[in-house]
């Protein structure tokens, strides 16, 4: 949940009544009376509106903010007394695009006597982008029952960073029932298994079928006996499906279904690529094999090639790529893009290629993008390691990009993009690198080409230093021994040039065991 601290309030509707539910938004071009809408006073170019065409209030993409905003706009209902017969908050609510652009809804409650108190509403709900389908409109619920004999303003917030759509309707206020719809969340994933989880331990009815399905279309059941959580297994890799979860009660009382959207990796092998254009089936980026970390955010768009217009078409190949536009004037880009994981060998060299372009050429008020190439083993930020850097690109046709790795440690890897362009102080125009069309491949490092290679060495007295040079093939680690066997020095290495401190050495001779992906040749050498 994100907390944040309101410094400036801009009200732009604000009434004080009672009203009449259900409502629908129909018949009008304004916000019906007694609502409220207003914001946080950041990104305040766009806000709820009511969309006369299709009946529903919404709100389309909020502008796209510096990295650390965060724009809410808040519509508010009239106030309700709560009774035993209004103890039930229903309401239906999608996100107008599949893909995640990191934005969400929370519904808030207060019983302060003030529609436009922020800091007396408590949230009840959150609703990510992740729950919806993108574009299908679906039902969600609140039970009141503990707001009984309170009157109560009920607010949808809108919070996002980079621009998104959402859009409200049929708002009411009934009976709760006997049997409370469950509250389900898509906790893991993975190529063939996804975990879900309920709030609480008790009975339900599970049911489940490849996106995009519909309760009762003959898919797969299950049901779950006094537990709060379930795996689906069997699942095709790199597929979304739609999950139906219901409370059984006993004795025949069951509340509705509620839907969640969930999926799947891709099964990752290698030779590996991903063109990011989504299938049927697939409804969300992990699909695709892609996660993201940091404090900005990556972006999936899909061009519109029936509008005549080619210069707003990014896709290198098809319709579909990534952006990153974490333009700022004070802060250095930090978003995080990863594809994988995959299983890598220290017998095998791997490249990881992708097309990148920016949106728009740099200029005193335009930046230019810098990004690193990188390799973890884990897509959370905190392992990786950078093994290319690319700084001030300014080219607006795609170039393929590469970059190769040998791990020293079998394991699974993630390979990343992260946009860490700096900031310019100049800029009032944003700038995006896109990118698109990855692929990762490996290449044997065989026995024969570890023989061709030639290894020199040389002491350096003056440095107290060791060079080690490789003739054809970039050396991966190096081990320095003692004549009695003890390992005295391990270092990392990734050039065909290398240079080892060895100052903290005694005076004497020792062994250097240099590895390149698992095969070994040993040098002796003297420090004096």
């Known amino acids: 949940m994100k907390k944040i601290t309101l410094l400036l309030l801009t009200l732009c509707v604000s009434f004080m009544s009672y009203a009449q539910f259900p409502e629908s938004f129909d018949g009008g071009t304004t916000i019906p009376s007694g609502w409220a809408v207003y914001d946080n006073g950041i990104g305040t170019t766009h806000s709820w509106t009511v969309d006369d065409v299709n009946e529903n209030v919404s709100v389309r993409w909020s502008e796209i903010l510096p990295a650390g905003q965060i724009a809410e706009d808040w519509i508010v209902t009239p106030q309700v007394a709560v009774t035993a017969t209004t103890n039930l908050l229903t309401f239906e609510m999608t996100d107008f695009n599949a893909p995640d652009y990191n934005s969400q809804v929370t519904v808030r409650i207060s019983t302060d006597a003030s529609q436009t108190n922020t800091s007396a509403f408590t949230t009840v709900l959150t609703i990510d982008e992740l729950d919806t389908n993108g574009g299908g409109f679906l039902p969600w ?24 759509g959402w859009a409200l309707d049929n708002v009411d206020f009934t009976v709760a029932p006997t049997c409370a719809n469950p509250v389900a969340t898509f906790d893991a994933f993975a190529q063939s298994t996804v975990d879900i989880s309920m709030t609480t331990a008790n009975n339900y009815d599970i049911e489940w079928g490849v996106f995009p399905y ?55 092998s290698i030779p590996f690529s991903e063109d990011l254009e989504a299938e049927a089936n697939q409804a969300l ?19 519109d090639t029936t509008d005549g217009d080619t210069t707003n078409d990014y896709a290198y190949d098809g319709v579909a790529s990534i952006f990153s536009n974490n333009t700022t004037t004070t802060v250095d880009a930090d978003a995080r893009l990863y594809v994988g994981p995959f299983n890598l060998s220290t017998l095998n060299e791997y490249t990881f290629s992708f097309f990148q372009r920016n949106i728009a050429t740099s200029s005193f008020t335009r930046p230019n993008k810098d990004i690193d190439i990188t390799i973890s083993t884990s897509n959370d930020g905190t392992t990786d390691t950078v093994i290319l850097s690319l700084d001030d690109l300014d ?134």
């Open 141 to 164: 619920s609140v039970d009141l029952s503990t707001y009984i004999g309170s009157s109560v303003y009920v607010a949808f917030v809108m919070e996002n960073n980079d621009g998104d």
């Open 214 to 268: 519909t309760q009762g279309g003959g898919g797969s059941t299950a049901t779950v006996t006094a537990d709060d959580s379930y795996q689906l297994t069997g699942l095709i890799p790199g597929a979304s499906y739609n999950v139906f979860v219901r409370q059984n009660c006993g004795g025949g009382d069951y509340s509705e279904y509620i839907e969640l959207i969930v999926g799947t990796s891709p099964s990752n």
């Open 395 to 528: 080219n607006i046709t795609y170039t393929q990009r590469m970059a190769t790795f040998t791990p020293t440690v079998d394991g699974e890897y993630y390979f990343g993009i992260h946009d860490k362009s700096s900031f310019l102080a100049t800029a009032t125009q944003g700038n995006s690198v896109v990118v698109d069309a990855f692929s990762v491949t490996s290449e044997s490092l065989s026995v024969t080409e570890f023989n061709a290679n030639t290894f020199k060495h040389f002491y350096n007295k003056n440095s107290q230093s060791l060079i080690i040079e490789s003739s054809n093939l970039a050396m991966t680690s190096v081990e320095i021994y003692s004549l009695l066997g003890q390992n005295i020095i391990s270092k990392s290495l990734s050039n065909t040039t290398e240079t080892i401190d060895v100052s903290s050495l005694s005076t004497g001779v020792y062994l250097a065991k240099v590895s390149i992906n698992g095969n070994t040749e040993t040098i002796k050498f003297a420090k004096n």
């Open 285 to 303: 980026l992990l699909n695709l094999g892609l996660s993201f970390a940091g404090n900005g955010d990556w972006n999936y768009n899909v061009d």
